[in-house]
């Protein structure tokens, strides 16, 4: 499978909710007996999903929409945390009828809600545009025709503020007749045991006994109703995965699905039932006794046995991800490993096709400057920096600046790159000064930064990174360089750059940024350590972020360079991984507009090709770039060339600015 | 897809031949991985997941040349301009001696046509490469120079093969093919040989049982049509001899040369070439990607669009370098195998004739281990067609 477990099987690694809802079923694994074979780790849904998908857990209680997302994870029968009419704790609440409404806010924090929200806007025909919120500011930010999409305490907290409310969980019985299910039970494939089961099962059963104490001790943490409470605990939500719980979400899974919202996920149980707890069979027999619920035969998945489990094949996968559907983690990364060159490409080229219809490639006329090469990482695949006080360290004069701006502005550029080591001689004054100055003199696009400098920059001057990049997009930049992301899997990251953000931080600077209103692209180096599915799990982080900020404009990835200075071995690298897997980022990336071929990291003949691989952009005409050419790759091209290149490949060129606005009509 | 690739498509699957309209519809098909894919599949039906190279180098000897080429940046004309430079017979044979402790199945001459060197010079250079490494392949001299020869000596092509034969030569590589059209021929190429001599020279040479190469010079002033009209007419040699191991879509260099105002062809075009080439060229066992002109990663690609030879080591190629070429001058054969594995192929060192000299087991990569299936496919595919192979040269006697 895809995850790999180091070590001997231990305890098995459960993560729950904190949320009070998801209380009633792990309370009683924090007590022995369930302490012996079980260690539990409670941790928000996000943290949840990306724990499960990067190996570091077994099972978790995860919402719906991340267990679709990840893929080929087993439910595990008879526990979920779901609703039959009111929930009471997910809403939109507004001052107007949620028909008037112009906009809504939403808290980030649950995706499943987020999805359940749009699929019931989008049923009654309802188009308001959407914004990320933290839920103080979301609820502050409900006014006239904007609303807010509120969850979990900040709900039940406001349950009477706002005129207007519409329960999700009661609307989506009224549509569908059916419970909805919030989270359950998911685990990696094969790890559960029956006893595992049993003792989840058990830990349910203690939980339901405890629900008065469970609200007592949230009422007196919160400060909410305790009856209140209890009522919602007894009530409002349901703990048991029935018939028609398994309906309710197997129905969203394919409504989500036909929306593009979520990868369509297949049903897969635990097969801890066939082997132990009679208990359990009568829910069995329930799950096979279910028709089928969705036109991909979801329900047909034999749920005795995981070994009959029959996933698409890859010619459905592909035309699914031809189609644009939305692939799951476990979907991406089998297409990654399995699926052909030309079968990526064509799939790619198609998706492409239908993003991009004019047949139309952009590029830009920019110029990379690196102002820097001092630098405190040490990454070991990098042959451009030097340590604070070598003597080949540098940083550029205003006048060596000058020079390369005035070429840049000379030969029609519109847009730099300006990127740097992390150099502690520089403070963020340097940056603003910096910045206003090439605004004003130079009137050029400012693609600055990557995320790992501008946390530097936050951690010198000890200020947090929504200041620094408010302070820096007020002096000028316009745009975050997705650099440095390498592959965003702290294991791999660890390996490779040790001294870098951590992939959350990445993640957490980009959408910091793209909360101040900044765009950034995406990159990924892959060919070191990474394997198959860190890259797919790359993909899909970049997704769940663009999901929740729509920042990012484009994503560019190229293999690792091996050349003179570089203290690594390469990995799996080549011009048909390179395209593999850009193909691959364009099938899964599907709420990222533009997908760029590196040219210069591939030679311009491959990345030539790699316009038939699923990209649109053909990147910009450099004049330099010192990190990539002091490693030996160092491709010049000039624009008439590019041109050329772009027509020679069946596409019409455009140039175009940093926010990927045209500049010039189709040639 | 356009419908005439479909329609291409399927007269391929039914083994029907395709025709002058095809092989330009090819050319045209917007879509390049579908013509790709295509000649992937022809060329996995004939090969399976093998690739082959060999290791081999390549000797320069004179480029003082007579003929005035528009694409050449190697060729000095006359022997006492600046630049112009013949080796002598020991120097030549130097090249090989100091490689002798690991050295190349195979030396590939090409020279420019000079006026000034006795035929005996010719034939003393083979000569001495035979005593120095007996069982060395040569494969030397194009076409284009064969017919200098028997014109500037008074001697037919046979006379001239037979002679060469007898002093060592094992074969003719496919170098001054260009383009057969005779319109373009003439003004790209004035003052060598025509398109019936080159035909006639390899006719000859197959005659005697020796085998050769054949290539094309795309990307510079000819026509579509044009490429078409010159693998169609290398077709019907091969139909009528058989005598063509493999064929070499060379891309046209612009630096230094008489046509640098001209765009070089790129990449799209260069793997487009070689997948028309492989559909077009049914009767011919090999395609080569010759890294040399298309660069190591653009031949790399060429591997899964038709191309199942990757050519050689080549150490001290001059001809494309002096046309600016950014390809490296040689390449390790660690490197080429490396290549091959990357494209999840199997790589073969080859001798000249294409016997395996060492089949190099397939990395445990990924990309390797994905091809289950195709694996079984090609294996039958490939038993299939050695098959097709045994009953085929039964009938010529190849």
Redesign the interface.
Known sequence: MFFERDGLVSRLRVLGVEYLNARPLWQALTEPPATDRMELRLAPPSELVRALSEGEADVGLLPVAGAAAIGDLELVPGMAIAARGKVRSVAIVAERPVSELTSIALDLSSRTSVVLGRLLLARRKLTPSFFGAPPEKAISSVKGRTGALVIGDAALEIEQRFPYRLDLAEDWLEWTGLPFVFAAWFARPGVMTAEHVAMLRTAKQIGLTRLDSIAKAHSEQTGLSEASLRDYLAHAIRYDLGDDEVRGLVRFWSEAASARLLPSCSLVTHAAVQVGAPFMAPERAILESIPLANPEGAMNRAPTSNKTHQRPSLDVLLQRAADGERLSLAEGTRLLRDASLFELGLAADAVRRRKHPHGVVTYIVDRNINYTNVCTTSCRFCAFYRPVGHAEGYVLSREALARKLQEVVNAGGVQILLQGGLNPDLRIGYYEDLFRWIKKEYGLGLHALSPEEILHIARLENLPVATVTERLRDAGLDSVPGGGAEILVDRVRKKIAKAKCTSGEWLSVMRTAHHMGLRSTATMMFGTVDTVEDRALHFMKIRDLQDETSGFTAFFCWDFQFENGVHMAPGEHGTHLYLRTQAMARLMLDNVDHIGASWVTQGPGVGQVALRFGADDFGSVMFEESVVSSAGTAFGIDASKIESRIRDAGFRSVRRDVHYNWLTDPI | MLDVTCNIRDKLRRGERLTFDDGVALFLE?????V??LA?EACEKRHGNFTYFNRNMRVEITNVCVASCLFCSFAKLEAHMPGAHTMSLEEAWRELEVRMDDPPSEIHVVNGLHPGLPFSYYEELLRGYKRIKPDIHLKCFTAVEIHFFAQHFGMTYQEVLVRLRDAGLDSLPGGGGEIFDEDVRSRISAGKATAANYLEVHRVAHHLGMPTNATMLYGHIETFAHRVDHLLRLRALQDETKGLQAFIALAFHPDGNGMKNL?A???????RTIAVSRLLLDNVEHIKAYWVS??P??A??AL?FGADDLDGTVVHETIYKNAGSHSPGALEEGELV??IR???RIPIERDTLYNVIREYPRAA???AA??VK?RQRARRALREASVQNACSSKETGS
């Open positions: 917007p879509d390049l991985l579908a790709g894919a992937n765009p062809p790129t990449a799209v075009d260069d793997l298309l660069t990663d653009v790399q690609l899964r490396r290549l990357e494209a999840g990569v990924p990309e994905l091809k195709d």
